[in-house]
């Protein structure tokens, strides 16, 4: 099992550039997550899904969006990137009501 | 009031030094409760479930107190590598969202 895995690791973008940040599990876990971790704070939740073809928005949806079309994917969108959103992504995975385990994370820089 | 608390320390405590962090949670329907170590620039991991009756790992013990609702971890014999931050999470069960707190950092010194 490789778990949860994220990609890429390091992403450099400049200010209204787009992009992707891919993640994808491996052990049919139905709820996945996407947070955001800024310098020195705790997590951010960004998106969530509760299994393929459901999403809902967390407490920091702005700037981003997400698809959920099979359980292993759960691909984070950011169009217009702005300097607010450099901060580390971590995708998670869980079974309902049993611990997240989290990807190695995307550490995003806008410029 | 927020729906989970953490002090956020930093916790500065010697080599073999007893530790305990406590986190208070806000939802009385809260239905399972964890602690997850983060190290600098890494992922959160999981630590320790904690259960009603309370659990021990070794040098951690996990306790749960649902009537003044807070969760509590204790590091007994503190190593150098106990050296991270430490997240509460709490979860509401069902659909809702899992909360995570902000994370109490603890530096064990040599």
């Known amino acids: 099992n490789a778990g949860v895995t994220q990609t890429p690791k390091f992403r450099i973008l400049k200010i209204g550039q787009s992009m992707t940040l891919q993640c994808a599990q491996d052990m049919n876990h139905n709820y996945m997550y996407w947070y955001r971790q800024d310098p020195g704070m705790g997590l951010k939740l960004i998106y969530y899904?509760?299994?393929?073809?459901?999403?809902d928005k967390g407490e920091v949806p702005n700037g981003y969006n997400v698809s959920r079309s099979t359980t292993e994917d759960f691909p984070l969108r950011l169009e217009l990137a702005a300097p607010s959103q450099t901060s580390v992504y971590f995708c998670?995975?869980?079974?309902?009501?049993?611990?997240?385990?989290f990807g190695p994370g995307t550490r995003l820089t806008v410029l | 009031r927020k729906e989970v608390e953490q002090d956020p320390g930093p916790f500065n405590v010697p080599e073999g030094a007893t530790v305990a962090f406590n986190c208070t949670y806000s939802n009385s329907a809260s239905q399972s409760f964890f602690w997850y170590r983060q190290d600098c620039r890494k992922e959160p991991k999981l630590l320790m479930s904690?259960?009603?009756s309370g659990n021990e790992d070794g040098r951690f013990t996990a306790q749960l107190n649902r009537a003044s609702q807070y969760i509590s971890l204790l590091i007994r014999d503190s190593k150098l590598s106990d050296s991270a931050t430490y997240l509460c999470v709490v979860n509401g069960g069902g659909y809702q969202k899992v909360t995570f707190g902000t994370g109490t950092k603890l530096q064990v010194i040599p």
């Open positions: 998670a995975s869980a079974i309902v009501g049993n611990e997240q385990f």
């Open positions: 899904s509760v299994g393929a073809g459901i999403t």
């Open positions: 904690v259960y009603s």
